[in-house]
């Protein structure tokens, strides 16, 4: 829920098929196509979420997941997550990777005017839920570079598997 609420699913699926554009425009000509399609199905069908799922385990407690879904919900949270990913897709596809792409995306959402749209969802929250998950995020500001390194890194390995895979049958 996490992931897809964040986006994270959708920002990999677009670039895997990124991905496979730009790799099937390098094959020789007389690559077959029956062979590609299969890569293509193989390597958009792998499933994200158990490829990212242990970088989060391994990072993120349930309680700063929970917190994050709570910031995340109603059309502010929504535009935020859509924020996020529009602006790290931006950084990625000017060739930033991992957490890197991801420091990239909040300096362009600071320059965008992002600030505003977070502080209104904080004021939408109660003062409470302010309270609780303000020492979350402090937790997960900690380590979002490490998953960010990791699942990058994870979603590369995985795909070249499955194509390797596909192309020795």
């Known amino acids: 829920k996490l992931l897809t609420k964040m986006k994270t699913i959708d920002a990999q699926k677009k670039l895997m098929h990124e991905s496979l554009e730009a790799k099937r425009k390098t094959m020789p000509a007389w690559f077959p196509s029956a062979v ?17 799922l242990p970088v989060y385990q391994k990072y993120v407690s349930q309680e700063q997941g929970d917190a994050v879904l709570l910031l995340l919900q109603g059309p502010t949270g929504e535009q935020i997550a859509q924020r996020k990913l529009d602006r790290a897709l931006s950084a990625i596809h000017s060739g930033a990777r991992g957490s890197a ?19 209104k969802r904080i004021r939408e929250l109660t003062p409470e839920q302010q309270k609780r998950i303000s020492p979350l995020f402090q937790g997960l500001i900690k380590v979002w570079k490490q998953i960010d390194d990791e699942q990058d890194v994870l979603y590369i390995k995985k795909t070249n598997e499955v194509f390797r895979a596909v192309i020795k049958l």
């Open 36 to 52: 590609w399609n299969d890569v293509e199905a193989k390597v958009e069908g792998v499933d994200l979420v158990e490829v990212a």
């Open 101 to 119: 792409a991801d420091e990239q995306a909040m300096v362009a959402g600071a320059a965008g005017g992002d600030l505003a749209v977070w502080t």
